[in-house]
């Protein structure tokens, strides 16, 4: 095995506040002036430069930070179609509701299985150039059997982190007959769905008449946990109602959005801190002029915390983990550590992998580097493509590490 030394590393943030010789501030375990070897698509070694052992090639980063590979744990990304019209529409004033999630299971319906790959694709090799190294794929936009099966056999193809989502919206077909559709969804769907995802979520809003309410929510989950999936919820966007609970009372590893919380929503999410993480979706709030989530009283509550793009057509068609980080700082209180560990070790969680969002020898070799001197840069710079992902386990310039030095 070849490995290869990456040094001229101005900072390198670990997430390991643990780690011997790192600066707890912050609780980023912070080494300046640091290099890394990487060998086989793992970390074989890293600290000070001063340090570093003998490899077989050196490439020389000139300076810039090293952080762990983003986590984003909350996407869309199996869609056909253009709902840039919404858009347009909420910026003058047109309240979001769920509605325009019919759209885009109408033009995915009509994709082909190539065409739907590819798009998938090309928004994965998006969010690699900016920096994200692990992503959750949903499915969703299909909503009959075939074509929710065919969704998570794509989502497959791109990540381990596959969840079912039949439980998205109610089809037009279905209007009349929600039951039926439930129904669907626990039985023939979920049968199906089960060998390709490893989650099972649903859009538990009560105040839509699109999605689900509270007790059909919790029959969607209790059939997937039965069926050996985990569980996830996407709760308390549109407005309060049960989903922070029956996330927490069914042990979910994650409730998305949580937008509007009441006390004891926050309070609940504090106790089951150990084993369900609320995850923010701060670009869904700037795509559809919404009030942000109070991350700051969340953290100061004792919440465990992730950040996650939601990547979708209708709320928020950004890819970029960068901008969530930056919109986490400026919206929602949070200081930049907070914001980056959110998007890495507290994302990594929200999917209960310990394997990610930090660097660490004998992990991944998941690493970010910013053409920056220091992770503040990810909020000081917004909106400039300062992160990519290293492609450290081929570094032959498959990645930008070529044009960062290397």
Same mark, same amino acid.
């Given at each position: ?116 790959? +590819? ?167 700037? +795509? ?15 919440? +465990? ?102």
């Amino acid at each position: 095995m070849t490995s290869t030394l990456l040094t001229g590393v101005a900072e390198l943030a670990t997430l390991d506040p643990d780690l011997d010789g790192v600066d707890r501030t912050d609780g980023l375990g912070l080494v300046r002036d640091a290099a890394v070897v990487v060998s086989d698509g793992q970390v074989q070694w890293l600290g000070p430069a001063a340090t570093a052992p003998a490899s077989d090639r050196k490439v020389d980063l000139g300076g810039r930070a090293l952080v762990p590979a983003f986590v984003d744990s909350h996407t869309h990304l199996v869609f056909a179609g253009d709902r840039a019209a919404e858009f347009a529409a909420r910026m003058t004033g047109t309240a979001y509701d769920g509605g325009g999630i019919a759209n885009t299971v109408t033009a995915t319906r009509e994709a082909t299985d190539d065409e739907l790959r +590819s798009l998938v694709a090309g928004r994965v090799a998006e969010m690699h150039a900016q920096g994200t190294g692990t992503v959750e794929i949903k499915s969703g936009y299909g909503l009959t059997v075939a074509d929710e099966v065919r969704a998570l056999r794509i989502a497959a193809e791109f990540t381990d982190e596959v969840t079912f989502l039949g439980g998205h919206v109610i089809p037009a077909e279905f209007a009349d007959r929600r039951a039926d559709y439930v129904e669907l969804v626990t039985g023939p769907m979920l049968d199906t769905a089960r060998e390709s995802a490893r989650w099972i979520d649903v859009f538990c809003e009560p105040a839509s008449a699109h999605a689900f309410t509270g007790e059909e929510s919790r029959h969607i989950l209790e059939a997937g946990r039965d069926a050996g999936l985990l569980l996830r919820v996407h709760g308390n966007q549109l407005g309060q109602g049960p989903g922070v609970q029956l996330a927490v009372e069914l042990g979910a590893a994650s409730v998305d959005h949580c937008t509007h919380l009441a006390g004891t929503d926050v309070d609940a999410l504090a106790a089951a801190r150990e084993t369900t993480t609320a995850t923010l979706l701060p670009g869904v709030e700037f +795509s559809t002029r919404s009030r942000y989530p109070d991350a700051r009283a969340l953290i100061d509550a004792g919440v +465990s915390l992730a950040l996650a793009t939601d990547c979708n057509p209708g709320t928020c068609y950004s890819s970029s983990m960068p901008f969530v980080i930056a919109l986490a700082v400026r919206e929602m209180g949070m200081t930049p550590a907070e914001a980056l560990r959110a998007a890495t070790v507290g994302a990594a969680t929200s999917l209960r992998r310990n394997d990610l969002g930090r660097v660490k020898v004998g992990g991944p070799a998941l690493l970010t580097v910013l053409d920056a001197p220091s992770y503040l840069h990810l909020c000081y710079r917004p909106g400039v493509p300062i992160a990519a992902l290293l492609n450290s386990s081929r570094l032959d310039g498959t990645s930008r590490l070529d044009q960062l030095g290397g």
